[in-house]
T-cell receptor, first 110, second 113 residues
Framework: GQQVMQIPQYQHVQEGEDFTTYCNSSTTLSNIQWYKQRPGGHPVFLIQLVKSGEVKKQKRLTFQFGEAKKNSSLHITATQTTDVGTYFCAPSGGYQKVTFGTGTKLQVIP | DAGVTQSPTHLIKTRGQQVTLRCSPKSGHDTVSWYQQALGQGPQFIFQYYEEEERQRGNFPDRFSGHQFPNYSSELNVNALLLGDSALYLC????????????FGEGSRLTVL
């Protein structure tokens, strides 16, 4: 099955610093979704990327899908304490089954 | 418009017992997926139901079974509980024709003693 790894596993940043998490797959992906899970909460959908090389922005968040559709990244500019949580990439595969990566836990220090 | 609702929110069982967890999908959604999330881990796909049939299954033993009813609600059953089954069980719904987002419920926290 699909193996999706995310790096780093943990990241501590000072408020105002930038943050990036990377998602790498051993196989070519049809599309990839990103979710955020706050501590004690449930995953919440952020975005879906479908096209090779696609870049999408949501305010301070920038999402990118690699040209080979085997990797993706999420970049947050000028982190805020509200960005705290775990970020998961989640490829959507056969019959739209969505599997989750290993996640990157972000801690923002005020 | 209610989102995805799950019950119970918390429960405690002992090894060997059986548990049933319930999920009502978001209005208009016809596909329900179940995930197991152990502490500090990402959600692991258990199975997906559409039109009352299991369509996809993850790497979980037969002790894990499910059902989808005509109103699209779903149940997850786990038999012969093990300590390692302790986790947050998440239900997510979507419309199959839409390749977009999953909507998650708050989850059922299962503790096996």
């Amino acid at each position: 099955g699909q193996q999706v790894m995310q790096i780093p596993q943990y990241q501590h940043v000072q408020e105002g610093e930038d943050f990036t998490t990377y998602c790498n797959s051993s196989t070519t992906l049809s599309n990839i979704q990103w979710y955020k899970q706050r501590p004690g909460g449930h995953p919440v959908f952020l975005i879906q990327l479908v096209k090779s090389g696609e870049v999408k922005k949501q305010k301070r968040l920038t999402f990118q899908f690699g040209e080979a559709k085997k990797n993706s990244s999420l970049h947050i500019t000028a982190t805020q304490t509200t960005d705290v949580g775990t970020y998961f990439c989640a490829p959507s595969g056969g019959y739209q089954k969505v599997t989750f990566g290993t996640g990157t836990k972000l801690q923002v220090i005020p | 418009d209610a989102g995805v609702t799950q019950s119970p929110t918390h429960l405690i069982k002992t090894r060997g017992q059986q548990v049933t967890l319930r999920c009502s999908p978001k209005s208009g959604h016809d596909t329900v997926s179940w995930y197991q999330q152990a502490l500090g881990q990402g959600p692991q796909f258990i199975f997906q139901y559409y039109e009352e049939e299991e369509r996809q299954r993850g790497n979980f033993p037969d002790r894990f079974s499910g059902h989808q009813f005509p109103n699209y609600s779903s149940e997850l059953n786990v038999n012969a509980l093990l300590l390692g089954d302790s986790a947050l069980y998440l239900c997510a719904s979507r419309t199959l024709g839409n390749t977009g987002e999953l909507f998650f419920g708050e989850g059922s926290r299962l503790t096996v003693l």
